[in-house]
């Protein structure tokens, strides 16, 4: 892979889109390799993962321009469905992922953001949707992922004004979750990080399977799911363990062992 560095750390597996000369810009490549880091990830199992990009100003800045400024319907419509298969592949990752927005994140890096499970920028970070200035809209699930993450009515005004924000804004709508200082980013990524690897795996995959059938649904099907979950954890030895250190109050925190 060319354009994506994956480095892994005990529990913590860190993903860098890494071609800082187009502020990490997503071409086909940087696609595919996104795709080979998800097979790894499938594979190795981390419980938690960092997105983040190269350098000092970008995210990712977007879908490459110029690799679809000569493009016909037919590519476009073929560029839209892998960048929403391969977004779509990362949002269903069964641990918990981090984007570490450290810039730029406009158009297709927002829509990668959003395909995060939790939002953590810099206060140098810059969010929008700028298709519509470009002529055309957004296509890496832009269009559905902002309204459910930020409501309709907020989604709207960035998709149709195509206007940048800066992290306080972000904050203020529920974009992103904290802001820190740009040299406190990774730490505070990395701390949450090791705070959730800490948890018991299974559950945290559980609630968070719950929660992405629980928000397309509605709220009585939305407890069946949970109820459904919840009892899958009474099979686990985390749930055992767990549950047994509060009872014969074990000063040491448990360390949870997948099972
Ligand atoms: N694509 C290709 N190259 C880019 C991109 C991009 N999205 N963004 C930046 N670059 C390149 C620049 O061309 C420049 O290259 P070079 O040095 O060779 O000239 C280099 O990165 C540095 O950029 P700038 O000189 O422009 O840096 P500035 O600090 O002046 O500006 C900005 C930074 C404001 C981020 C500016 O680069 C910019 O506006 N970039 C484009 C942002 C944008 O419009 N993004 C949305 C793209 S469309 C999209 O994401 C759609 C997603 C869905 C696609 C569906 C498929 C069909």
Do not use: H
């Not at 959003?114 to 957004?138: H, M, N, T």
């Not at 924000?165 to 203020?172: K, P, S």
């Amino acid at each position: 892979m060319s354009n994506v560095l994956m480095e892994s750390s005990g529990p913590i597996t860190v993903v860098t889109v890494d071609r800082p000369k187009a502020l990490n810009a997503l071409n086909q490549q940087v696609l595919q390799d996104l795709a080979t880091v998800i097979d790894q990830i499938l594979v190795n199992k981390p419980r938690c993962v960092i997105l983040t990009g190269a350098g000092e100003k970008a995210f990712v800045a977007g879908a490459d321009i110029a690799s679809m400024s000569e493009m016909a319907r037919p590519q476009a419509r073929a560029l839209a469905e892998l960048g929403q298969g391969v977004f779509r592949r990362w949002e269903q990752l069964p641990m918990p992922t981090i984007a570490a927005i450290n810039g730029f994140a406009l158009g297709g890096g927002c829509e990668l953001a959003l395909s995060c499970d939790i939002r953590l920028a810099s206060a140098k970070a810059r969010f929008g949707q700028p298709e519509v200035g470009l002529g055309i809209i957004p296509g890496f699930g832009g269009t559905q992922r902002l309204a459910r993450t930020i409501g309709v009515g907020l989604a709207k005004e960035l998709i149709f004004g195509g206007q940048m924000i800066n992290a306080e804004r972000a904050l203020a709508i529920g974009l992103v979750n904290s802001v820190y200082e740009p040299d406190e980013l990774m730490a505070a990524a990395q701390k949450l990080a090791g705070k959730i690897a800490a948890q018991a795996p299974i559950a945290v995959r559980a609630a968070k399977e719950a929660m992405a059938l629980g928000v397309q649904t509605d709220i009585d099907s939305g407890m069946t799911i949970e109820a459904a979950y919840f009892a899958t954890c009474f099979e686990t030895e985390d749930q055992r363990e767990g549950m047994a250190a509060f009872v014969e109050k074990r000063p040491e925190p448990v360390v949870f062992q997948d099972a």
